[in-house]
């Protein structure tokens, strides 16, 4: 496998993440992921807030356990679920991230988007005709302070707009910064902060770590997952860039698997960094 493909592949850590994030994350609020690949850990943090058939229009589609933001944001089961960014630095990914989450990607068969009609048609008529609605892709490189503003600028909207109930038989839009009016740019805005197989280099740790203290609110989580022990020397450098950020190490949620190795922090609810 080379690395010009590596992108294209589900890699077990992507898997580990994602049912780690549906376990501990809660029942809703907004979610980034960070060198998201084919996207699998958001994809199913979004598509955990979906009910057979769709989002629910009385907002019972979250996913079980608590966590999440009160109030108009999901938490323990209720609210409007979670919302997800998918980013990427390279464009490349992006295109892939794109047809992924309209449900016509690499992920449904659509071999990069060749039938990706069909695939489109396909997508649906599934239960997860909606999960589109619930979905952003944009373009992130750690610590690029304009990408940065433009995550900001996405979750607010999200934040703010209530996903549409998918019409049968169409698949819907993305909620985007463009389809709302957004709101000025505010600071640490998502609930939680995903990565999979992202500590792949030293020289990543602290620009990967500071972009996500950066954007994750006061209470917020930082959920990685890596592959170990491939990646197990970025362990100890992970959790120094991260305490160097102002995260705070926990104990990572249980699971993971053979050959995968789950970190989680969170940002102090105190204004201090």
């Known amino acids: 496998m080379t690395a010009r493909w590596a992108y294209r592949v589900v ?92 449900g016509v990607g690499v992920c449904a068969g659509s071999n990069d988007g060749d039938n990706a009609a069909a695939a489109a048609a396909a997508a649906a008529a599934t239960p997860l005709a909606g999960l589109s609605a619930r979905v952003g892709v944009q373009r992130l490189r750690w610590g690029h302070a304009g990408d940065m503003a433009a995550a900001a600028t996405w979750a607010a909207a999200a934040a703010a707009s209530p996903p549409p109930s998918p019409r049968p038989g169409a698949v819907t839009a993305a909620v985007t910064a463009a389809s709302v009016p957004p709101p000025p740019p505010v600071p640490a805005p998502f609930d939680a902060i995903l990565g999979a197989d992202v500590t792949y280099e030293s020289a990543a740790l602290a620009p990967l770590l500071v972009t996500a203290a950066a954007l994750v609110r006061p209470g917020g989580v930082v959920l990685l997952a890596l592959s170990y022990p491939r990646f197990g020397g970025m362990v100890q450098g992970a959790i120094a860039a991260a305490a160097a950020a102002g995260l705070v190490h926990v104990p990572a949620p249980a699971g993971g698997g053979d050959g995968v190795r789950l970190l989680r922090w969170v940002r102090p609810l105190s204004a201090g960094r």
């Open 11 to 102: 890699w077990p850590a992507s898997v580990a993440l994602a049912a780690a994030a549906i376990e501990c994350l809660g029942g809703g609020g907004v979610a980034l992921e960070l060198g998201a690949g084919v996207g699998v850990g958001g994809l199913a943090l979004a598509a955990s807030s979906l009910t057979i058939g769709g989002d629910s229009d009385d907002g019972s589609g979250g996913g079980g356990g608590g966590g999440g933001r009160s109030g108009s944001r999901g938490s323990g089961g209720g609210g409007d679920g979670w919302r997800v960014l998918l980013t990427d630095g390279s464009t490349r990914v992006l295109r892939v991230l794109r047809e992924n989450a309209a």
